[in-house]
């Protein structure tokens, strides 16, 4: 079974001396479990692991009655340690209240229980652990699967990786163009939709947020304003209300709104957004007629690769707490500008179905960033991007 690397990251924190809950949070479908249980089988530590996602949300004494079982587990067995894993607590109502009185009273009693918490919106677990347990966790962000994860564990080409994207579950059925949208569809987009977004936040028009994320999906990499985006929706709405569900889709990393690069906040809140999703499987699985048949128009192909760089970019910054943004103005654009702690890069995509424009040159005379560089044609290769580790891009 392939082992991806936050494998390490989190088997070391476990091993540590009991200090802080760990939580690992990432997007539905990217192997959290799987990974945690690989790390607990490695691991001479019994470990015991519940699941959250059956559970009536309003029933969060299970967390307190699954706790206790694992208490008294370790004072029967007298065990010097022990491994308690929650998946998809955030399903939970006020859970983050029920965990922060357990973990306190172990800590007050020194029961010797390490906790591991796994979730898949982030929009709730950061609610949670930002009310509750300040000062009593560490967050490890478990992104989308790579183009090196997903060639070494299925054998992807690039371009595959590219159409496809990266959801492990679905590598099986690219082969069959019709299984697979119908697997992203049915088993991907429908319970991240139902279960991270509409349950999880105050969404009073459900139907107007699917059909807003299907279109969306289809615009991945363009600019397009929001008043344009209403105007093909069905259903009754306003640019302010389509405005905050795309600011929930990104918090439940399926589909974005880049802003505008600015040095004035306003301005960037105000600018026409360039739509992303956060893995291309999303995009394909709307707007995809195949791989030979889109890959053969090459401002079609463009596209794809735009978007496949767009969410490695987010990717990143979900990790490193960084933003990305593009940059336009008349003429004049970048493709993608990435901010991390105070430095700024600037990344031109160019595929061969545009020559280059004085964008990035006219950028880099008005903002002077850390870096500027071309992906792609006369830059660096696209099978070199997608294998950077993109935290050098800032030393």
């Known amino acids: 079974m392939y082992i991806r690397p936050y494998y390490t990251v989190v088997r070391e924190r476990l091993l540590e001396p009991k200090n802080k809950m760990q939580v690992i949070a990432g997007p539905r479908q990217v192997g959290k479990s799987t990974l945690v249980e690989q790390v607990c089988r490695s691991l001479e530590l019994p470990s015991f692991i519940f699941n959250a996602d059956a559970i009536p949300a309003d029933d969060n004494d299970w967390i307190r009655r699954v706790w206790e079982s694992v208490r008294i587990q370790v004072r029967n067995q007298s065990l010097s340690e022990a491994i308690l894993v929650i998946d998809e607590i955030q399903k939970l109502k006020q859970w983050s209240e029920v965990v922060k009185r357990e973990w306190d009273a172990d800590i007050r009693n020194k029961v010797p229980i390490k906790v591991l918490l796994l ?42 990786w590219i159409y496809f994207g990266g959801y492990p579950g679905a590598a099986d059925y690219i082969a069959d163009m019709r299984r697979w949208k119908k697997y992203i569809k049915d088993s991907l987009v429908a319970p991240a939709i139902e279960k991270d977004v509409i349950m999880t936040a105050n969404i009073y028009k459900p139907a107007l947020m699917k059909q807003l994320f299907e279109l969306g999906c289809s615009y991945s990499s363009e600019q397009i304003s929001l008043t344009k985006l209403l105007g093909q929706l069905q259903d009754a709405g306003n640019v302010t209300t389509l405005s905050s569900y795309l600011e929930v889709l990104g918090q439940c990393n399926l589909l974005t709104g880049l802003h505008k690069y600015a040095f004035d906040e306003a301005r960037k809140r105000q600018s026409i957004p360039k739509i992303l999703t956060y893995n291309n499987a999303l995009m394909t699985a709307y707007r995809g007629k195949g791989l030979e048949r889109d890959m053969a128009d090459p401002m079609v192909w463009g596209r794809w690769i735009e978007s496949a760089v767009g969410a490695y970019l987010l990717d990143f910054a979900e990790e490193q707490d960084a933003h ?46 850390h870096r500027s560089f071309v992906a792609g044609t006369d830059g660096i290769p696209f099978e070199t991007f997608f294998q950077m580790d993109l935290t050098t891009l800032f030393e």
């Open 119 to 160: 979730g898949s919106s982030r929009l709730l677990l950061r609610k949670g652990l930002t009310e509750s347990l300040a000062g009593r966790y560490e967050l490890i962000r478990m992104g989308h699967w790579s183009y090196p994860e997903m060639r070494d564990a299925f054998g992807f080409t690039l371009e595959q």
């Open 324 to 369: 990305v943004y593009y940059w336009r103005d008349r003429n004049d654009e970048v493709d993608f500008i990435v901010e991390c702690q105070g430095d700024v890069v600037a990344i031109e995509v160019k595929s061969g179905r545009r020559g280059m424009n004085s964008g990035l040159p006219e950028f880099v005379r008005r903002y002077h960033p």
